[in-house]
């Protein structure tokens, strides 16, 4: 790339120097060029300045020590296992007590039986979660920022 | 950021018999020490994590589960790469997995958190300038971020590693896993989007 004072850098010749890879036209330039030394250190100033408060602004944020996190899962897990077990207790113990201790059910003529109201609250249950399924399907290339050009590990970095 | 360097001639053996670079058996001891790995990097996973999501709360979560992943995972480091990058990498993989939960998809519909600029700009050190050098100063933190939040999480995440983190263009593809002229095409995408807003003066 031939560049003289008379001709300022382009867009992309400036991106390129920004980056780490300007031609050495583009440094023999920047030397003698005033204006395009400008842009340069304008763009560097900002991003500086932009560094110093992102970093600040990170350093002041609360956040739980990573003690405090495996503490909390250590915790976490006997009482997990306690409220499973809890559960599993009433899935179980539950149907049979309200059998034996549950009032006979008498339905008026012209209400719904329980089987009806099981299959009406299944529908209405499959069809709020159709619904939420539908908000949350919604394709936004937000959420697509590396789909397709990563795959979950890669050679030189293996998570666990 | 430079690879590890191995010297041959200063191997030694591990305890299991596989031979290792006293470079990487620091790095190792590094990683060792839980306290020292968050120190060294939970600022800098964070940041990174917070102004790529623009959710600092989200960013909390993922930097604890990336210094905890490297801390659990450190065994599997093979000094290929600096601890900054492996771990960035880290970083990069936890981050993905959060925003393509649904559960993070759903919860950012309905409610809205973020980084409020003003707030942001406002931690910026006055270092002895005027009231008015640093109102200029903090308006151009300002508008900064405001054209970052314009970019995709893809294009803000490498911005950030280039001009933040200061990572070579070689280790950012390495640790997204992108060729290296994928990283600069999103780079001149991110510097085009930024100079069409802030204008010419960049």
């Known amino acids: 790339m031939k560049l003289d004072i008379h001709s300022h850098l382009s867009d992309e010749a400036l991106d390129d120097v920004l980056i780490g890879l300007g031609s050495l036209a583009s440094h023999a330039h920047l030397a003698q060029c005033p204006q395009c030394r400008a842009r340069v250190e304008s763009f560097q ?23 405090t996190v495996r503490t909390r899962r250590v915790i976490a897990r006997p009482v997990l296992a306690a409220w499973a077990a809890a559960a599993a207790l009433l899935v179980v113990v539950g149907p049979a007590a309200w059998h034996v201790f549950a ?7 012209g209400v719904a039986t329980q089987a009806q109201d099981s299959e009406s609250q299944i529908a209405e249950d499959n069809e709020l979660l159709r619904q939420v399924n539908a908000a949350i ?14 795959p979950q590990t890669h050679p030189g970095m293996r998570t666990e | 950021m430079a690879t590890l360097p191995i010297n041959t001639a200063q191997m030694a053996f591990a305890e299991d018999g596989r031979v290792e670079s006293p470079s990487r058996k620091a790095v190792i001891s590094e990683l060792d020490d839980i306290d020292e790995l968050v120190r060294l990097h939970q600022a800098r996973i964070r940041r990174l994590a917070t102004f790529s999501t623009g959710d600092p709360d ?41 925003l393509r939960s649904p559960r993070f998809k ?50 803000r995440t490498i911005f950030i590693m280039k001009f933040s983190e200061d990572m070579a263009i ?14 600069r095409t999103h780079l001149h995408r991110a510097l085009k989007a930024v100079r069409s807003q802030l204008g010419a003066a960049i």
């Open chain 1, 103 to 109: 009032p006979h059910p008498v339905h008026a003529p």
């Open chain 2, 106 to 155: 759903f919860w950012k519909q309905v409610q809205t958190t973020g980084i409020d600029a003003h707030e942001m700009a406002s931690f910026l050190p006055a270092r002895g300038s005027t009231p008015e050098q640093s109102l200029l100063a903090q308006e151009k933190v300002r508008q900064l971020w405001k054209v970052l939040e314009t970019l995709s999480v893809k294009q």
């Open chain 2, 58 to 98: 989200l960013a909390d979560s993922i930097t604890q589960d990336t210094l905890l992943r490297a801390y659990r995972g450190r065994e599997n480091f093979r000094g290929d790469c600096s601890v900054s990058t492996w771990i960035t990498g880290i970083a990069i993989n936890v981050t993905r997995d959060h």
């Open chain 1, 45 to 67: 100033t900002t991003v500086d300045l932009f560094n110093q408060a992102s970093r600040q602004f990170s350093e002041a944020q609360p956040v739980k020590t990573l003690e």
């Open chain 1, 137 to 150: 399907a919604v394709p936004d290339d937000e959420y697509h920022w590396l789909d397709g050009s990563i």
């Open chain 2, 170 to 183: 070689e280790d950012i593809a390495k640790a997204l896993d992108m060729q290296t002229t994928t990283v």
